[in-house]
């Protein structure tokens, strides 16, 4: 299983998108400031989608760091996104 997923950053107020087959080892290295891109903020996961393709985890990733994926986001996290 491959995993697509979103972090947000409070402090930065915008998203991290990537993709891992391990959900748990992945998001461990986030919070352990092991990430080069996360470790000097306070990432917290707040959506993820799970993919049994590595390519359309891929292209999911893809979709999701673009502007229509941004858009997408925000409609779809609007009730987070508003109370954070």
């Given at each position: 299983m491959y995993y697509v997923y979103v972090l947000?950053?409070?402090?930065e107020k915008q998203f991290y998108i990537g993709y891992t087959k391990n959900l748990k080892q992945r998001l461990s290295q986030h919070l352990h400031k092991e990430?080069?891109?996360t470790k000097n903020i306070l990432p917290k996961l707040i959506y993820f989608e799970g993919y049994i393709n590595q390519e359309d985890a891929?292209?999911?990733?893809?979709?999701?760091?673009g502007g229509s994926g941004h858009?997408?986001?925000n409609k779809q996290l609007?009730?987070?996104l508003s109370t954070n």
């Open positions: 947000y950053s409070k402090l990430v080069y891109s891929i292209g999911r990733e893809k979709f999701l760091k858009k997408y986001l609007k009730n987070y």
